[in-house]
């Protein structure tokens, strides 16, 4: 791997969600800078092509196929994890749904409780068993992904949506607090657009997409590695005072929110 460094040699990081996009990204910047990676996704396919990148760079991963919705399967996941490395460092909570914008009222329930099932609870029951093994280990680092609609309120991408990302920073800060003394330190990023599988979708009418994306005061979209590299940094020992924050990674997308 040209470019693996060691600032997480012999530490295992899990990425939810690392199949594509952001966690892809993320779970390739953990593997560069020397940690085993844990991979979970549903989709099979990609989350084995995942890893094999990693392999052909020179890194070491897993991957468990994983419905974070489902708590006996992220109990699994954290079980293999330690099965395999024996211990759990970093946990990067990525995995989520998109959202639909449609006015509360007409908000169907099923993709209601879709959303918060995976957006909200996801987090809360990988939280609810990475924890315990961090514990084990003498603490660790978790962030989740949030998103600039967990900050502040949005007709797109929708109600479950914003509701479920708002959830994921509440959570973020009550863990922090919860954990802070015990070696455990708890962040969330908060995205704006990121140039990924997902937001391509959620935007392909272009007049719509090219609206959006102006709204960022930098000029352009995010890119995957730009969420990455903050997420590897608040892993990391440089950032060993912070717990409970949550930082926009959103091009000034939020200077121009009301």
């Given amino acids: 791997?040209?470019?693996?460094t060691s600032r997480f040699s012999d530490k295992v990081a899990l990425v939810t969600g690392g199949n594509s996009g952001i966690g892809l990204a993320t779970a390739l910047a953990f593997a560069r800078e020397g940690a085993a990676v844990v991979i979970a996704a549903r989709r099979e396919e990609e989350g084995r092509e995942a890893v094999s990148r990693i392999a052909d760079?020179?890194?070491?991963a897993i991957f468990v196929a994983t419905d974070v919705a489902d708590s006996r399967a992220c109990k699994n996941l954290v079980g293999r994890t330690l099965e395999r490395f024996g211990r759990l460092d970093f946990a990067f909570n990525n995995a989520g749904v998109s959202g639909r914008a449609i006015p509360a009222?007409?908000?169907?329930?099923?993709?209601?409780?879709r959303t918060l099932a995976v957006n909200l609870s996801g987090v809360f029951l990988s939280m609810k068993h990475q924890i315990p093994a961090m514990l084990k280990s003498g603490g660790g680092v978790i962030v989740n992904n949030a998103s600039v609609a967990g900050l502040n309120g949005a007709r797109v991408p929708g109600c479950a949506y914003v509701a479920s990302k708002h959830g994921v920073v509440g959570l973020t800060k009550a863990a922090a607090v919860e954990y802070a003394d015990q070696g455990i330190r708890i962040n969330v990023v908060c995205p704006a657009v990121i140039k990924t599988p997902m937001a391509e979708a959620a935007f392909a009418d272009p007049v719509f997409r090219k609206k959006v994306y102006g709204q960022h005061?930098?000029?352009?979209?995010?890119?995957?590695?730009?969420?990455?590299?903050?997420?590897?940094?608040l892993c990391s020992d440089d950032a060993s005072f912070l717990t409970g924050i949550s930082v926009p990674i959103d091009g000034g997308f939020l200077l121009f929110q009301n």
């Fill in 57 to 60: 760079e020179g890194g070491e």
């Fill in 217 to 233: 005061a930098i000029g352009r979209v995010g890119e995957p590695e730009e969420v990455a590299s903050v997420v590897t940094f």
């Fill in 105 to 113: 009222a007409d908000f169907s329930e099923a993709v209601w409780d």
């Fill in 1 to 4: 791997m040209n470019s693996r």
